[in-house]
Nanobody, 118 residues
Framework: QVQLVESGGGLVQAGGSLRLSCAAS????????LAWFRQAPGKEREFVAR????????SYADSVKGRFTISRDNAKNTVYLQMSSLKPEDTAVYYC???????????WGQGTQVTVSS
């Protein structure tokens, strides 16, 4: 069982930056692939970025590639999402998720709101 708690959301102007954090419980954090998803009002939840559990391979949605960076610190049981050059269309609730050894994302945080003003 893994519990995830996101933090770091807030209100930022377009072009600004934010760093989201997701702290996880449990002693096998390094065995989980981690990802960030987001859901804007009236839209379906969408994939943002992921980082693998073993060699730290990352992948991104085209909409955030080059602007967002996902990273993990296994010693701190934390995954981060550094967001730069933010746009109003990045406004959403951001969720982190965990998948044991890259399987199904079974564990989800409660979400953190990011609002980008124009």
């Amino acid at each position: 069982q893994v519990q995830l708690v996101e933090s770091g959301g807030g209100l930022v102007q377009a072009g600004g930056s934010l760093r989201l954090s997701c702290a996880a419980s449990g002693r096998t954090f390094s065995s989980y692939a981690l990802a960030w998803f987001r859901q804007a009002p009236g839209k379906e939840r969408e994939f943002v970025a992921r980082i693998s559990w073993n060699v730290g391979v990352t992948s991104y949605a085209d909409s955030v590639k080059g602007r967002f960076t996902i990273s993990r610190d296994n010693a701190k049981n934390t995954v981060y999402l550094q967001m730069s050059s933010l746009k109003p269309e990045d406004t959403a609730v951001y969720y982190c998720a965990a998948a044991f050894q890259g399987g199904t994302y079974r564990y989800w945080g409660q979400g953190t709101q990011v609002t980008v003003s124009s």
